[in-house]
């Protein structure tokens, strides 16, 4: 088929494709992400792509950019208002909800992966649409889970590689001190010099002014009252067995009392991962408790916590790191034949090879020895097997060592077994 297409199909704004071979360092983040999680009792849920809007409107909050500017919404044919997902929080509470999860056992932990999707400026770690990998702990209000999650996103990053990340800590109080907190920061708020939008936020969303990322901003906020300071009892006890057992597990991290998420069912524990070489979209994941939230969409008393790390922006890190990943062979063995009484020969050996968990493949379309040999080359492949009709006459395959060009005759009966022996 000969298409002449009048432009060429590009990627829609903000999004990118996933090729090899780069796509295997965002499968390897995925896993060793994941890793952690699934040696500590979180079992995997998938959920769709899209809910009904309202799950995002309370479950995120109406107050926020995800919300308000960032959601992409859409009216079905059969009249359902729907929204791609722009976070995996609300989902998975929805969904364990739905099962009726939280009546058996509590904590109930689960991991998710997957892709969701923000209207935003796209720029460089700030994408439409994105990866992450998250963690919910639904329905125990324990210091050990909070710092459990934070312990456990930091080995990841560890099991990658990583070293310049930081952990930044807060806590938010809960439904006994905020609420003066909060009326002690709007006072403060009302009295600077101040946009609209930032003077709607005072009424609806007092704590995310705190985290307004323009100087003239922050200027104005030297001198305004810190939640550390209004924190009750039981909330200063959490949080500093949270930092407790961070410590003990050999965690570092460092207190940022401007650290929010600032809706009301936030509560506590709040932590995010910046990496200080990606400029100005630094967070790699974020995450915290939020004991409200399942009462918000409609659910019981669900004390949780969790987070979610970017794996676009893990993987920038990686780079920015200088970091290379290990990752296992693509290919292990290329198989070259020629002629086509080798090809029939040679597939059954590739075949072999596979079933044995050996990564194989196969020189393919035809090629002459040249071209099916820089096929073995590009393909990373240790070793090659090349036969031609002499060598099947002879009962033999020629088996030859890509890195250091040696190659012998090996008993075509026995070439499978003698690469799985040299495999160790
Ligand atoms: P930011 O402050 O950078 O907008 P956020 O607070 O909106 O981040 P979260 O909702 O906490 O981010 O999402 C958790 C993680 O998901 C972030 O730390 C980041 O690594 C990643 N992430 C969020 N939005 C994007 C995006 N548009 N493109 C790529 N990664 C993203
Ligand atoms: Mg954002």
């Not at 969904?95 to 689960?110: D, M, Q, S, T, Y």
């Not at 009252?225 to 959490?238: F, G, I, Q, T, V």
């Not at 809706?263 to 939020?290: C, I, K, M, N, P």
Request: net charge negative.
């Amino acid at each position: 088929m000969n298409l002449h297409p009048v432009s060429t199909f590009k990627a829609p704004k903000g999004t990118y494709d996933l090729i090899p071979p780069d796509s295997a360092a965002f499968l390897a983040v995925r896993e060793a992400i994941s890793a952690p999680l699934r040696r500590s009792g979180y079992g995997y849920i998938e959920t769709p792509g899209f809910e009904n809007v309202e799950l995002f409107s309370r479950g995120v909050g109406e107050s926020t950019d995800i919300v308000t500017k960032e959601m992409y919404t859409l009216t079905t044919k059969g009249g359902d208002e729907l929204a791609l997902r722009p976070e995996g929080t609300a989902s998975v509470l929805r969904a364990a909800l739905e099962a009726n999860l939280h009546r058996g056992g509590l904590p109930v932990k689960l991991w998710y992966s997957g892709s969701y999707y923000r209207y935003e400026r796209p720029q460089k770690g700030r994408y439409r649409h994105f990866s992450q990998v998250g963690a919910e702990a639904l329905g125990a209000e324990d210091p050990a889970l909070d710092a459990e999650l934070i312990i456990l996103a930091h080995d990841a990053y560890r099991s990658l590689g990583l070293r310049n990340f930081r952990i930044l800590l807060n806590s938010l109080g809960d439904k006994e001190c905020r609420p003066a907190y909060r009326a002690a920061l709007q006072d403060f708020l009302r009295g600077l010099d101040l946009d609209d939008e930032t003077r709607r936020r005072i009424d609806i969303n007092p704590l995310r002014v705190l985290d307004d990322k323009r100087d003239a901003v922050q200027q104005q906020l030297v001198g305004a009252p810190m939640l550390r300071d209004h924190l009750c009892e039981a909330c200063k006890e959490y949080h500093e067995r949270v930092r407790e057992l961070l410590t003990a597990a050999g965690v570092a991290f460092e207190d940022d009392e401007k650290l929010v998420r600032g809706l009301d069912y936030y509560t506590r524990t709040t932590f995010e991962f910046v990496h200080d070489g990606l400029g100005s979209q630094s967070a790699v994941g974020g995450g915290g408790r939020y004991d409200g939230l399942s009462e918000m969409i409609g659910g019981p008393e669900l004390p949780s916590v969790g987070w979610a790390l970017g794996v676009d922006r893990t993987v920038l890190a990686l780079r920015a790191e200088g970091v290379e990943l290990e990752l296992p062979a693509a290919t292990e063995v290329f198989a070259v034949p020629l002629g086509e009484e080798a090809r029939r020969a040679l597939f059954t050996v590739v075949t072999e090879l596979r079933r044995a968990g050996v990564a194989a493949d196969f020189a393919y379309g035809g090629k002459g020895l040249k071209n099916a040999m820089k096929s073995a080359n590009r393909s990373g492949a240790r070793y090659a097997v090349v036969a031609g009709e002499r060598d099947l006459a002879e009962g033999v395959v020629q088996l030859k060592d890509l890195e250091s060009g040696e190659q012998a005759p090996v008993a075509f009966d026995t070439v499978v077994s003698e690469l799985l022996a040299k495999r160790g």
